[in-house]
T-cell receptor
């Protein structure tokens, strides 16, 4: 069974204070690791897909990296508008191919 | 594209009443998912359709829940009778067809906040 664990559960940062969110996973034959952003009262919004270890993707202040066991979402010089819950999901290569989601990391960036 | 459309956005009903949630997926997407999100349990997959056919409904909590997808542009999730423990935010998501060449990201609707009193 695919498993995803995200840490920390909650993170408070000052504006400009860089940090990283962690997504640890176990999956049979990784077909994709996904990062989503969820704002209060809204549905998750797709950010990145990573396919293989060593891959990196960037979008504005966000950079996602992938190893064989975990993924990091690095946030560089965050702004208050980066405050949201960040969800990680993995899709394995066996079974029904349905993505498995983690519980998310709630990020608050203070001005 | 308008994205995934869900209605209603909010629903308040009394225990025992029937509730129907509606979803219009993104045009061209062949896979549709219904999720439930609560603080206690996070995001839970209820059912997954591929090409309008239910593929995996193992997440449907009990027989009170049913889902249909009569065509590629419409799906419903019905709860009958509703109970207070069904209170949650229900999301619909769509993606391109999932196959062994995947992985295809999901696009979520805005959700329906259901409150059962």
């Amino acid at each position: 069974e695919d498993q995803v664990t995200q840490s920390p559960e909650a993170l408070r940062l000052q504006e400009g204070e860089s940090s990283s969110l962690n997504c640890s996973y176990t999956v049979s034959g990784l077909r994709g690791l996904f990062w989503y952003r969820q704002d209060p009262g809204k549905g998750p919004e797709f950010l990145f897909t990573l396919y293989s270890a060593g891959e990196e993707k960037e979008k504005e202040r966000l950079k996602a990296t992938l190893t064989k066991k975990e993924s990091f979402l690095h946030i560089t010089a965050p702004k208050p508008e980066d405050s949201a819950t960040y969800l990680c999901a993995v899709r394995g290569g066996r079974g029904s191919y349905i993505p498995t989601f983690g519980r998310g990391t709630s990020l608050i960036v203070h001005p | 594209d308008a994205g995934v459309i869900q209605s209603p956005r909010h629903e308040v009903t009394e225990m025992g009443q029937e509730v129907t949630l509606r979803c219009k997926p993104i045009s061209g997407h062949n896979s549709l998912f219904w999720y439930r999100q609560t603080m206690m349990r996070g995001l839970e997959l209820l059912i997954y359709f591929n090409n309008n056919v239910p593929i995996d409904d193992s997440g449907m909590p009990e027989d009170r829940f049913s889902a249909k997808m009569p065509n590629a542009s419409f799906s419903t999730l019905k709860i009958q009778p509703s109970e207070p423990r069904d209170s949650a935010v229900y999301f619909c998501a769509s993606s391109r067809r999932i196959n062994d060449r995947g992985p295809y990201e999901q696009y979520f609707g805005p959700g329906t906040r259901l409150t059962v009193t």
